[in-house]
């Protein structure tokens, strides 16, 4: 398998742009899958640069319902004439941070090859998209401020919209996540995978040392490779590298690697 991420919070690849959000071009020993779409055309500018077809990508998965991650979808659907995108049937409700509405644009919803999932599916063979429901929230998931707005006002939100991308291939289990927002903790008690890629979501944390130590000894425990991104966090990130050391990296725009 090989992923070449076309969004994320940084490039240093020249030429290649970043922003605020993720997308990841994921080919299997069968399948072209876009995961994610970041919050503009920028993965497809970047893609271009990449020389990777975006028109060929057989299907689009939406991890959940924030503009950084689904911003750029009326541009995939725009350029690619044939794939179906798996979006929760949550994603659609209206998220919050302190700074504003941060969900999708509802519009979105109303594009005829959107697919509306609600349990785990096998999209094909060993490829499956795994819902938030599956797992319950028993560790602290770092993502406080959040919220979502039901008919009786805001409450935090328990991103039930978050899904997963699961994929069994030459015998590893592959784990990838937009932003790990139910917490990724107990998204890796569940899946237990030997590769993760994705955001953490650990920035709106801090630096808070002790939590962060307590993160990465757990992470630890896990056979796990650890490819992380986006809402990780740099400084998160370094203190994470610490005690995982070679077992975790940090993936930038324009950046190919093989799993």
Do not use: W
Not at 30 to 35: D, E, R, S, T, V
Not at 95 to 109: E, V
Not at 147 to 158: L, S, V, W, Y
Not at 199 to 220: P, Q, R, T, W
């Amino acid at each position: 398998m090989k992923i070449t991420v076309l969004t994320e919070n940084y490039a240093k690849s020249k030429g290649i742009l970043a922003e605020h959000g993720l997308s990841l071009y994921v080919e299997t020993e069968n399948q072209k899958i876009l995961f994610d779409m970041g919050q503009s055309d920028v993965f497809l500018k970047n893609a271009e640069k990449l020389g990777v077809d975006v028109g060929n990508v057989d299907f689009a998965v939406l991890s959940h319902g924030h503009y950084d991650h689904g911003g750029g979808a009326f541009t995939f659907l725009e350029k690619n004439e044939k794939a179906p995108l798996y979006v929760s049937e949550n994603a659609f409700g209206n998220f919050f941070s302190k700074n504003g509405y941060i969900g999708l644009d509802k519009k979105l919803s109303l594009e005829k090859r959107i697919v509306l999932l609600n349990k785990e599916t096998e999209i094909f063979k060993n490829v499956f998209l795994v819902q938030g429901n599956a797992f319950e929230m028993k560790e602290e998931n770092f993502s406080k401020g959040l919220k979502k707005e039901i008919d009786f006002g805001m409450i935090t939100d328990d991103f039930l919209h978050e899904q997963y991308l699961l994929i069994n291939e030459k015998g590893k289990k592959i784990l990838i996540s937009g932003c790990s927002h139910r917490g990724i903790l107990n998204i890796m008690e569940h899946f237990n995978p030997d590769v993760f890629v994705g955001g953490l979501h650990l920035s709106s944390l801090g630096y808070d040392s002790k939590k962060l130590n307590y993160i990465a000894e757990k992470l630890s425990r896990y056979n796990t490779e650890y490819y992380t991104c986006h809402c990780t966090g740099i400084e998160q990130y370094g203190a994470l590298k610490q005690i995982l050391k070679d077992r975790i990296q940090y993936i930038n725009c324009g950046q190919s690697f093989e799993i």
